[in-house]
């Protein structure tokens, strides 16, 4: 297959890219970035009225993953309509270009459309009940883009891996100032699912080649607060735990609101795959070896 991915030079889109390449033809999209990338890349602002048609019209795919987003929390604060059109505008337009030209395509949502104040998991069913900008934009997103494509896949999905800013996902978070000897803060009040960068890639590949549609959680099978993530990296890295100081998120001096439950159910995406999520330790092993095996500097190299 011919996969088209925006956002190939973030967190997901350049993971997402490389694990896709083992099998099918991959074009990413970016904004000047990816300088050597091992695969062709159409250098895009998003922002650009008229883009959307033109990236279809060139790279003619199969499949496309929209991985473009504005994802920094607080951002979205500072810069709402660039949020929008980015978060909620964008997808919809790509949702229906795609449905016109027999596309399959896939949207990245987040599992922060919750408020959080739910006891136990939430499924697909649940409300969402956005809390700021970025939320907000994220949910408008996935509505415009169903409505647009009901044959579209939207997955909520939260992740760590290594990214080419390597600075980009709580996983580096916690091991570049681990490894650097400097204190850092776990919130012990937000807990999460994450999912290692590439094993969401494969599920997302998985999800296409299944020829899945809807709205699915696609997040790690187990979850944990932000400080017991923490706590995990620091020993497969062998760096000091005592350098975390559990802390509440309330108070932290982050301007975005922050959901303190995001546990997500993902009972309807093991059943519709047939197989079970990977374990989360399995998913940091492998992270943990990404990092042994110089993984890190190989994407940041496709910059150079
Ligand atoms: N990271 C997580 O754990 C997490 C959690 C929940 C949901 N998500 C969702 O997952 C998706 C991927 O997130 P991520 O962490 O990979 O994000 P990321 O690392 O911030 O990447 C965002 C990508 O969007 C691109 N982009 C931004 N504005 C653009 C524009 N105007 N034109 C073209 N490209 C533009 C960026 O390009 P530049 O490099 O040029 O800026 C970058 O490649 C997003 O939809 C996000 O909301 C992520």
Redesign the pocket.
């Known amino acids: 297959m011919k996969l088209l991915i925006?956002?190939?030079?973030?967190?997901?889109?350049i993971n997402l890219a490389i694990e896709a390449m083992r099998e099918h033809e991959v074009i990413g999209?970016?904004?000047?970035?990816l300088k050597s990338a091992p695969f062709r890349v159409l250098n895009?602002?998003?922002?650009q009225r008229g883009v959307i048609d033109s990236l279809l019209d060139e790279a003619q795919p199969d499949w496309l993953v929209?991985?473009?987003?504005?994802?920094?929390l607080d951002e979205c604060e500072e810069y709402p309509d660039r949020a929008r059109i980015?978060?909620a505008e964008i997808p919809g337009e790509m949702a229906n270009a795609c449905a016109k030209r027999n596309i399959k395509f896939i949207?990245?949502?987040?599992?922060?459309v919750f408020d959080g104040t739910k006891e136990g998991a939430y499924t697909e069913d649940d409300k969402p009940n956005p809390q700021g900008v970025?939320s907000k934009t994220?949910l408008d997103g996935e509505r415009a883009a169903l409505e647009a494509n009901p044959q579209a896949i939207v997955a909520?999905?939260?992740?760590?891996g290594w990214?080419?800013s390597n600075r980009?996902?709580?996983g580096e978070f916690f091991v570049n100032n681990l490894s650097e000897g400097k204190n850092v803060s776990g919130f012990t009040d937000v807990i999460f699912c994450?999912m290692w960068v590439n094993h969401l890639s494969r599920m997302l590949l998985e999800m296409l080649e299944k020829n899945l549609s809807g709205l699915y959680h696609v997040v790690g099978a187990q979850a944990m607060n932000k400080y017991q993530f923490g706590v995990e990296v620091a020993r497969k890295f062998g760096l000091r735990e005592s350098l975390i100081e559990p802390k509440s998120v309330e108070g932290s001096g982050l301007t975005a609101p922050r959901s303190h439950n995001l546990w997500l159910s993902i009972h309807k995406l093991s059943t519709d795959l047939g197989r079970e999520i990977p374990e989360f330790s399995t998913g940091l092993d492998e992270f943990y070896t990404q990092y042994r095996q110089g993984y890190p500097q190989k994407i940041r190299g496709y910059q150079q």
Do not use: E
Request: net charge positive; aromatic share 6%.
């Open positions: 925006t956002g190939a030079s973030g967190l997901l889109g999209v970016d904004r000047g970035k895009t602002d998003l922002l929209n991985c473009a987003a504005m994802a920094n980015l978060n949207h990245l949502s987040t599992d922060a970025y994220k909520r999905v939260n992740f760590f990214s080419l980009r996902s709580l994450p």
